[in-house]
């Protein structure tokens, strides 16, 4: 009936508007089947947030004996490594120096007899640059978003009116650092190492570590030394764990993961006719967050693997990231 109702409307010049139930495996990319609805439920947008509990965040807090605190966010600014069709300027804006002079109260160089003036800045560019926060409607699979919804009922001109980074709430939980470099005895792994799941459990095993629910997992593969300092190689490509690894971590039901590197997972990857499939499949299938250009090379240093990890971030309404800098408790 609904099918033969369609083609009325279709007849008529009508458009039909497209819903979850709509799609058949046929409009799926080859092997590929519906996820959706979600572990989480139909309507979710927390993904694997949820796994963060109130005695997870008990837990984490526990871990702070020292009180030192390790940022792990990077400086921003024009001269970041930036994806192709990225980009962000800053312009200092010191109109107040100017307008203050015309107030009817104003003195000498100021506003009032305390001569007060400001500046502030304008920012033009994408939240997809520096030490970011993906939301998980960052990316898609053709049309469908995390949960199976489709652009045509997520998209507004002004953003994402599901998935924006207001739903994301501020991630305290334990943080784990796998330094993988140091598992594979090198200060950087090469570009497009694939880190297998064999690799990642040995390094547990030698940081004498066992994944726990709603974890923050922050991969250490060296590739973050090149950022800022040869930016043309830094973008080349990248180490990064790959598809079994990322599934084993959604198995263990981890919160988040992130590494020193501009995207999540091996580029190229490990199957070159599918670019971006770990983080296609982590945000899209999973509704697993992620983090990319993580300054992890003190915590790798001073041999930390598990600390109190925070991360708050700006609640722009419809952004798909937030410019973030986390840090890691002791």
Do not use: C
């Not at 008529?12 to 709509?22: E, I, M, N, Y």
């Not at 000498?108 to 998980?136: A, C, H, P, R």
């Not at 305290?172 to 140091?182: E, H, K, P, Q, S």
């Amino acid at each position: 009936m609904k099918t033969l109702l369609a083609i009325v409307l279709l007849a008529a010049g009508t458009v039909v508007p497209a819903s979850a139930g709509d799609l058949s495996d046929s409009a799926l990319p080859e092997g590929v089947k519906p996820w959706w609805p979600s572990r989480y439920g139909a309507e979710d947008q927390l993904g694997t947030l949820n796994e963060i509990t109130a005695q997870a965040v008990l837990a984490a807090a526990a871990l702070v004996k020292k009180g030192e605190v390790i940022d792990l966010g990077r400086v921003l600014d024009e001269n970041t490594p930036k994806f192709p069709g990225r980009y962000w300027q800053q312009t200092a804006d010191v109109t107040a120096h100017f307008s203050n002079l015309r107030r009817p109260d104003a003195a000498g160089k100021g506003w009032g007899k305390n001569q007060i003036n400001w500046i502030t800045e304008l920012q033009t560019g994408t939240f997809q640059v520096g030490t970011q926060l993906d939301s998980i409607g960052h990316i898609q699979i053709g049309e469908r978003f995390y949960n199976g919804k489709t652009t045509a009922e997520v998209v507004e001109a002004w953003g994402l009116n599901r998935y924006g980074m207001e739903t994301v709430p501020p991630i305290i939980t334990r943080g784990v650092l796998l330094d993988m470099a140091a598992y594979r005895g090198v200060d950087r792994l090469p570009q497009g190492y694939a880190i297998t799941l064999a690799d990642v459990k040995g390094a547990l095993a030698k940081e004498k570590l066992v994944l726990q629910r709603g974890d923050a997992v922050l991969v250490h593969t060296g590739w973050g030394a090149l950022y800022g300092l040869d930016n043309a190689q830094f973008l080349a490509g990248e180490p990064g764990v790959n598809l079994e690894t990322v599934q084993w971590f959604y198995q263990q039901r981890i919160a988040i993961t992130g590494a020193d590197t501009w995207s999540y997972g091996p580029v190229p990857g490990e199957d070159a006719d599918r670019p971006f499939q770990v983080p296609q499949t982590m945000y899209v299938q999973m509704g697993l967050f992620g983090l990319e250009n993580l300054a992890t090379e003190a915590l790798a240093k001073r041999k930390i693997y598990k600390f109190l990890f925070v991360l708050t971030h700006a609640k722009t309404r419809g952004s798909t990231a937030s410019v973030v800098a986390p840090a890691a408790v002791f």
